[in-house]
């Protein structure tokens, strides 16, 4: 099968089509043809070799977020049949690019899975697994008072945009610090307060909780009270100890009901998602590039 491979630690160029092995369906598991791959910062950061834990060495293949059709199932997976639609996550942690979503054959668990609602179509899908669980789950590690205030740096971006909604409709306040020029679809996420990304942090609040999605670091931390919580979406430095404030680094688990439920309020409406571009498999370098880029109002997605 074709895929896209990282060929050697760099920029955009090092991405290459390349012929892979196709993969082999095994007890518990689905093949699924991928129809869209969200383009993650993840994806950028491995590309550069910038990768939690002992280095990967090239060649390897990116993407997490992945929707498609069934097209096998191994034993004991019953309740999906070919042709059917569903949409999951690679566990690229765990796979280290064996194999991943930029390509056009995945083989995953079961379990990775769920299906796509019918009036939902495969970009769209492909854009929830990773963030929308990323954002649900760092939720969940600031343990929040009823009616807290939160500020969600990064509300223009995929794990920013859900956490702000997600924080909303479970009551809280929520400030969210959005790109210049998307101020009105960030306010329609149901947030009190938009914030240019030129503000000082510092100069906000204190308040109790912040996820800091981007993440910038100190600014964000400065706009913490002390005793209150912080979340980040990659490594920042230590805050003062005596500060006496929780910070937590959100690192992704797979959660298939939280998913499914996810992609259902997507579906529904009840949650936004953006898809800023589509682009061709085949010119992933040109999709690195245009996330590297910045100032998009969504995600890229690979499509066939």
Known sequence: MRAVAVTAV??????????????VVGPGQVLVRVRAASVNPADL???????????IAPPFVLGWD???????????????????????????YETRG???????????????VVPIPDDLDPAAAATVPLNALTARQALSLMDLAPGSTVL???VSGGVG??????????????????????EEWV??????????RTTDLATVGPVPAVLDAVPVGAPAAAAVADGGVLVTTRPTPPVDPARGVRQ???????????????????????LRTRVAATVPLTDAAHAHRLVEAGGLRGKVVLVP
């Open 161 to 182: 945009g859900f956490a702000a909604q997600l924080a909303a409709r479970a009551g809280h306040r929520v400030l969210a610090v959005a790109g210049q020029g998307d």
């Open 45 to 55: 950061g491995s590309r550069a070799g910038v990768v939690v834990g002992a280095p």
């Open 10 to 23: 760099g920029g955009p160029e090092v991405l290459r089509l390349v012929e892979w092995p196709e993969p």
């Open 66 to 92: 992945f929707a498609g059709e069934v097209v096998g199932c191994g034993d004991g997976v019953t309740d999906l049949r070919p042709g059917g639609r569903v949409a999951g996550m690679v566990t690229w």
């Open 152 to 154: 969600v740096n990064g």
């Open 248 to 270: 937590h680094l959100v690192l992704i688990r797979l959660d298939q009901p939280m998913l499914a439920e996810l992609m259902a309020a997507v579906a529904d409406g009840s």
């Open 187 to 196: 306010r329609g996420l149901g947030v009190a307060e938009v914030l240019p």
């Open 98 to 112: 064996a194999f991943g979503a930029y390509a056009e054959l995945v083989s995953v668990d079961r379990d990775s």
